[in-house]
């Protein structure tokens, strides 16, 4: 058994037991940084969506098990003679200090404007003390963030060089050009489907409308990743609705056409509140 008189001790403890080459788990010891990393990302998406929901048990638990990703990846790290938990708690604690001088300094705390300037300049000093040759606006955005992600970043970045739409009325007028590009592609892919550079055209193309939707949400101050969870589980909820409406009426939902299937969904939608409308 653990010592349990440290919840942290006894975690890396039991972490440690799980990693252990005679007496521990076969599972977790066929794993490494690759295979774990598909796993953190989809714990923090977890935590988020207990956040969402408001359910504070299920955020207690979601934490815990994204606390345990990190575990995990120090005692393989630990394993490998890189560094341990001790390290990333004392990197993380020192860089926390060192970008609030605001806080932990005598620097001027001023408004949340100035303190994120702050620690975007503080961010550029440690790249360029760290050797990193990259000096551009763009540069230290993480290639491994989800796209969605990094496309508003990468669209902040350059905003604060004052490249960037004066408002939302552009970006929309931006948005209606996309599509029509997008439709212009469909049509000629439905024209030939074989054609490989049409397909490619209209991935480009539904990139570009993405991308602009999501500098939309960011003019918006919408949280893209937040909206898109919302819209996932409307859906989600409607659906949902649908087969009940369909099981309601003793058939399946796949047993119908569309048109019927539509008319489920428009009940479904006024059952949620929100008519027939989006």
Known sequence: MTDTSDPMQRLLGIMARLRDPERG??????????????????????VADAIDRGDMDDLREELGDLLLQVVFHAQMAREAGAFGFDEVARAISDKMERRHPHVFGDADRGDAGGVRASWEEIKRAERAQAGEADAAALAGIARGLPEWQRAVKLQERAARTGFDWPGPAPVIAKLEEELDEVRAEFDAVAADPADRAARDRLEAELGDLLFVAANLARHAGVDVGAALRRANHKFERRFRTMEALAAADGTRLDDHPLEVQDAYWNRAKAADGHGTGG
Do not use: G, N, V
């Open 25 to 46: 788990c076969p599972w977790d010891l066929e794993q490494d940084f690759h295979t774990i990393a598909p796993y953190t990302i989809e714990e923090a998406y977890e």
